[in-house]
């Protein structure tokens, strides 16, 4: 247990939104939660932020916000751990509080990527990768190596492209109830299925897309109804070549180790999910990496719907990674914002009475992964 | 008291260093501050880098450093504060100790600089000022702005270049004595002084360094001889034209402030220091924001020679960022490597049985600043 609360969250659209610079996005996601938190007087200020300096020219987004929110000379930090920055500044602002020397604690995580093309945001990407290995030079980029995952996925179960796309499906359809989404239009399997291929056998709907967007969450050693339970992050191999089992992303499975163990509970005790679906594919992996269903068969269990809002285990009823939007140092707060509607009954895809709640945040190919558990006291 | 401890160090050299990688220097000096401290069990990491995603397209350097020192799935997070990032990485590895989650932790900072075009630095650094506003738009750098300050502090004191110049005459003479510092080549007054215009009244030799480099420290609720004794960060203004008096720089006198607050003592108390001097004009700025000398006499007590190493209050003994070099997110580790060489008795430039040493670290134009206060037990 933390004994660390959530007062407060706030949260932008998520999507292309030109009229708006990162630092607008910031402030307003933070105004928020500020706000949603009574005005609480804020001692440290942590960011989640990954392609600042390499797309936008922009960082001290920690002193930004400090400044521009006028709460004085408080410490404020940019975290990054690529698209785990949010998870990773989430759990720097709860190490904070542990140590005795902050009481709340305003953490955000932003990214825009609307603004830069596709070319230089793939580019900015692949700094999440081990520059100095043969993988990168060979021209791997992440839509590749979570391809590879899924080819040898198909290989080894019976699950086909259609599993993948049911995982694309279910988090549309959960979008386009949240008016927050970036993608507000149904779609159907057909169309999913016979989308331009993005890296075989991912298509256009089985990659998260490029999302300007910013979250914000105001947490603190006072008591609120929401108590964080668990908190971890764990690290993992940065290359592929490292990486012993293919259908295993083992920082996942470690961080949901990890976190259940302080939480004191297990996967069968999780109400609602808020997973890290980059891809399709990692949808799978990850519901199976944290002991949701056995291993090589979570595409049986997204077959069954048990995923679904309706089902046993809803995951990513923010429409996820895919269908929500990835503004990558945000979606780890975005994460934490669903799943606190969720808690307090007044989320978009609403499940019933949910006491229990879980977010995983990724990093790279597996380089880091960060788990948070959430109660309603 | 932070009841943090020090066990080791280490170091790479300072300058360009064209056969080594980023990787290559930040697990070099991981490596070498590891076996300083025996080798202990790591339980986090923490990296202070700034310009990685902007010039290196390298990001995830915290995962980089878990895996390739196999040091396993422990929590590894790459922090930004602008120059401040490696004062900041420390301040999150002794709150990581003080929250109860970790024991004992490696934090590291690096940069590498020299294989990019000066233009690609200058556009990368300037990542460190508010993007949104017409300062930065209407061609501000950091240069400039240390350049103004330096004019306005000669009009309203009596100071003359040739103060700038004798800040970074001592500081070339301190480095000329460290075998890591950049700058071997003993230089005179004369040459200083006729060096180059930077930007008026700024020469090349006020002016830090492009650096290739990196330190590491592992810090430890476990004893040691080196105690951390305080540890501060603070936010200040992200532009210029939020400065109220140009000749003060908010942020450092509050970081020290807070820090003797902590520490129970006051700067006469202060042995030995390593101070940002980015330009020849922030080191005297910031003597006196530290309280080491009256507001807007620090330029006497340079002409009185008080902050060489024969003086009473001996300021970068290390060569300091303009001898030394700075290779940005390393700036802060660096300056507590030379602290604990000073503290072990066995420093470059080494001043008689210093027991008490202070680090200030500072980030944008006053954006940031940490210091830490270090004691021999």
């Not at 990054?80 to 709860?94: D, H, P």
């Not at 890296?199 to 603190?220: Q, R």
């Amino acid at each position: 247990m933390t004994k660390t609360y959530i007062h407060g969250i706030g949260m932008t659209k998520f999507g292309s939104l030109p009229d708006f610079s990162m630092k607008d996005l910031l402030l307003k996601a933070c105004s928020e939660a500020l706000k949603d938190a009574g005005r609480p007087k804020i001692d440290a200020v942590f960011v989640g932020n990954f392609l600042g300096g390499s797309i936008s020219n922009q960082e001290i987004l920690g002193a930004i916000v400090a400044n521009d929110l006028g709460l004085g000379y408080v410490p404020s930090t940019k975290v990054e751990g690529a698209c785990a920055s949010g998870g990773i500044a989430l759990r720097q602002g709860i190490l904070g509080i542990l140590s005795g020397e902050y009481e709340t604690v305003l953490v955000a995580g932003v990214e825009k990527m609307k603004h830069a093309t596709t070319a230089d945001v793939t580019q900015g990407i692949n700094a999440a990768m081990d520059t100095i290995t043969n993988e990168k030079s060979a021209g791997l980029t992440f839509p590749g190596f979570f391809g590879v995952l899924a080819n040898r996925y198909f290989y080894e179960t019976g699950a086909t492209k259609e599993h993948l796309a049911r995982v694309a499906l279910k988090n549309r359809e959960n979008g386009v109830n949240n008016p927050l989404a970036q993608f507000p239009k149904p779609t159907t399997l057909e169309e999913i299925m016979n989308a331009r291929m993005i890296t075989d056998p991912l298509g256009l709907f089985d990659c998260s897309p490029m999302t300007d967007g910013a979250a914000a969450v105001v947490i603190s050693r006072k008591k609120s109804p929401i108590h964080i339970l668990a908190s971890s992050q764990v690290s993992g191999p940065t290359k592929m070549q490292d990486t012993k089992n293919l259908l295993s992303i083992p920082a996942i499975g470690e961080s949901g180790r990890i976190a259940y163990e302080k939480a004191g509970l297990g996967p069968k005790d999780i109400d609602v999910v808020e997973i890290h679906d980059c891809f399709s594919m990692t949808e799978i992996i990850a519901i199976e990496e944290l002991g949701f269903f056995p291993k090589l068969e979570g595409w049986k269990a997204v077959e069954e719907g048990r995923t679904k809002v309706t089902g046993d285990k809803p995951v990513n009823t923010s429409g996820g990674l895919l269908s929500r939007g990835h503004p990558i140092g945000a979606t780890g707060i975005a994460q934490i914002y669903q799943l606190v509607r969720q808690l307090r009954g007044n989320a978009a895809n609403q499940v019933k009475e949910p006491r229990i709640a879980l977010a995983q945040n990724l990093g790279g190919t597996g380089s880091y992964s960060t788990v948070h558990i959430l109660e309603r006291v």
